[in-house]
């Protein structure tokens, strides 16, 4: 179940945001004064049974979450879902893909995780409430990345070294979308990476397939970020950045997790997985059903912000 997630023509990398505060913190510590930790807790709880869930509950010293949202440029549906957490007390990060086709317990038709953004006039918090409703976490902050971002910076970079495992061979007019990468490694420019984490045809387990070989990519990215030839790029590296990524972090608070992050050995303390499920069809749509129990083992031991155990989560029943 450790493996990374992220899609699609319109997605970037997830660690482009996860490390945004790393790169800003270098470049602008110099200037910036109000330099302190997020606030916890994100647009408040959801009220259920008139009590709401995370709010109010004793928080562990120095855990902050952070949700990290790809959208889709045609679709406006956020087809890239990634909880982040960071202990800095512990000097640990560890992020979980939620699957765009996970089943949430909402009255719309669709119930699909990724057309939440979007159903909801666009409003995170909406999806703040669904990603709260299977892992039981309430995000702290967030982080909207747009794939002209993911392209350029990993241009930026001057590309990524990945072992691409298979052949990559697909083309769709319609996206104006054509994929030829042949197997072996090899670094990828902008174009040949979001390639690399939208193709997904040859995998008998579709979505899931491309989660686990996007872990690559991910661990490829963070290696290439945490290179002596990155850092003589920051600038440039920022200012894509920040044309690219919206988010409520304000810089003090970046600046702050990019310290603690810098004082992480990420290759050793840097954990990725998949909510734990099985694919399912339910009226006709192929969903993604979250198993209760495995995702609570999970989060308990990496996600959970709090002081005592998520004991259950608010998961679809047919």
Same mark, same amino acid.
């Given at each position: 179940m450790k493996k990374a997630h992220i899609t699609n023509k319109t997605k970037y990398t997830i660690a482009a945001a996860l490390l945004v505060a790393?790169?800003?913190? @270098?470049?602008?510590?110099?200037?910036?004064?109000?330099?302190?930790?997020? $606030?916890s807790g994100g647009f408040g709880g959801i009220v259920r049974d008139q009590q709401v869930y995370s709010s109010g509950l004793d928080r562990r010293d120095g855990f902050f979450t952070l949700l990290v949202v790809g959208i889709d440029a045609a679709?406006?549906?956020?087809?890239?879902i990634m909880l982040v957490s960071f202990d800095t007390e512990l000097k640990k990060m560890s992020m979980m893909s939620i699957p765009r086709d996970t089943i949430t317990n909402t009255r719309r038709a669709?119930?699909? /995780?990724?057309?939440?953004?979007?159903s909801n006039g666009k409003r995170i918090r909406a999806l703040y409430d669904e990603v709260e409703s299977v892992t039981g976490v309430r995000p702290d902050k967030y982080a909207l990345v747009t794939v002209d971002g993911f392209v350029e910076l990993i241009d930026s970079l001057g590309g990524?070294?990945?072992?691409?495992? /298979?052949?990559?061979?697909?083309?769709?007019? =319609?996206?104006?979308? $054509? /994929?030829? @990468?042949? $197997?072996?490694?090899? =670094?990828?420019?902008?174009?040949?990476?979001?390639g690399f984490m939208r193709y997904r045809k040859t995998y008998a387990e579709g979505d899931i397939g491309?989660?686990?070989?996007?872990?690559?990519?991910?661990?490829a990215f963070v290696d290439k970020m945490l290179t002596p030839s990155t850092f003589v790029k920051i600038p440039e590296i920022a200012e894509t950045i920040?044309?690219?990524?919206?988010?409520?972090?304000?810089?003090?608070?970046?600046?702050?997790?990019?310290?603690?992050?810098l004082s992480m050995n990420l290759e050793q303390d840097f954990e990725t997985f998949t909510l734990p499920g099985r694919a399912h069809y339910y009226e006709g749509l192929s969903y993604y059903f979250p198993i209760?129990?495995?995702?609570?083992? /999970?989060?308990?031991e990496y996600f959970n912000p709090y002081t005592v155990p998520i004991q259950e989560l608010d998961l679809f029943e047919e």
């Open positions: 790393a790169i800003i913190m @270098i470049a602008a510590s110099v200037v910036i004064n109000n330099v302190r930790p997020p $606030k679709s406006n549906s956020t087809d890239t669709n119930k699909k /995780i990724n057309a939440s953004y979007v990524v070294e990945v072992d691409v495992p /298979i052949d990559m061979i697909y083309e769709d007019p =319609t996206q104006d979308l $054509k /994929i030829n @990468i042949k $197997k072996g490694l090899q =670094t990828l420019d902008g174009y040949d990476a979001m491309r989660i686990k070989v996007q872990h690559t990519f991910v661990n920040s044309e690219n990524v919206e988010t409520d972090l304000t810089l003090g608070n970046e600046i702050w997790l990019g310290r603690q992050m209760e129990e495995e995702v609570l083992n /999970i989060v308990n």
